[in-house]
T-cell receptor, first 117, second 116 residues
Framework: GAGVSQSPRYKVAKRGQDVALRCDPI?????LFWYQQALGQGPEFLTY????????KSGLPSDRFFAERPEGSVSTLKIQRTQQEDSAVYLC???????????????FGPGTRLTVT | GNSVTQMEGPVTLSEEAFLTINCTYT??????LFWYVQYPGEGLQLLLK?????DKGSNKGFEATYRKETTSFHLEKGSVQVSDSAVYFC???????????????FGTGTQLKVEL
């Protein structure tokens, strides 16, 4: 079946521009995560959705970062007034759901590589 | 807070050599532990996992045992192949603290290069 898809795969933005990154999770997956991966580093958590509810946004680095998942499926990560330090790969992951005592596998998309010039 | 520390790379081995990639963690709850792999040009894939102490995760000849007493989850393979060349990430998910979701905390990754 189809995996997690992300678009665009590559994005070049001039400093100060706004960007929108899209994530299509696996159909039926309740949980959706965004991570940021800087060059040579591991992914770092940004935010988490359970259906359309954003339950954790503790990893968003500033108020320039905004994420939404209005219908509980597709999600968009928006970065306003991009800065050079925003250059990274942005990863989306989805999982079937969450229940206490279990650990559902997260399936990752290929990522969007953002370069801010 | 939670953290994962793994050995720095790159690790370069000859084909059929024994592989160990060390991983230690810090967590305040009862984490599940994971190894993810990123092959060149591909996305992150789950390699194996363990959800409680003394569990052993295994897949594709790779193994890792959840050691609570040493807070470790070292990745091992008895005989590596050229096709194992990739970046390996150790990660944890602390189900106690993240009541809303099992977000992952990753290490910095270890690049493995296997040569003929």
């Amino acid at each position: 079946g189809a995996g997690v898809s992300q678009s665009p795969r590559y994005k070049v933005a001039k400093r100060g521009q706004d960007v929108a990154l899209r994530c299509d999770p696996i159909s039926g997956h309740v949980s959706l995560f965004w991570y940021q991966q800087a060059l040579g580093q591991g992914p770092e958590f940004l935010t988490y959705f359970q259906n359309e509810a954003q339950l954790d946004k503790s990893g968003l680095p500033s108020d320039r970062f905004f994420a939404e998942r209005p219908e509980g499926s597709v999600s968009t990560l928006k970065i306003q007034r991009t800065q050079q330090e925003d250059s990274a790969v942005y990863l989306c992951a989805s999982s079937l759901g969450f229940a206490a005592g279990s650990s559902y596998e997260q399936y990752f998309g290929p990522g969007t590589r953002l370069t801010v010039t | 807070g939670n953290s994962v520390t793994q050995m720095e790379g790159p690790v370069t081995l000859s084909e059929e050599a024994f592989l160990t990639i060390n991983c230690t963690y810090t967590a305040t709850g009862y984490p599940s532990l994971f190894w993810y792999v990123q092959y060149p040009g591909e996305g992150l894939q789950l390699l194996l996992k363990a959800t409680k102490a003394d569990d052993k995760g295994s897949n594709k000849g790779f193994e890792a045992t959840y050691r609570k007493e040493t807070t470790s989850f070292h990745l091992e393979k008895g005989s590596v192949q050229v096709s194992d060349s990739a970046v390996y990430f150790c990660a944890l998910s602390d189900l106690v603290l993240t009541g809303g979701g099992n977000k992952l905390t990753f290490g910095t990754g270890t690049q493995l290069k296997v040569e003929l």
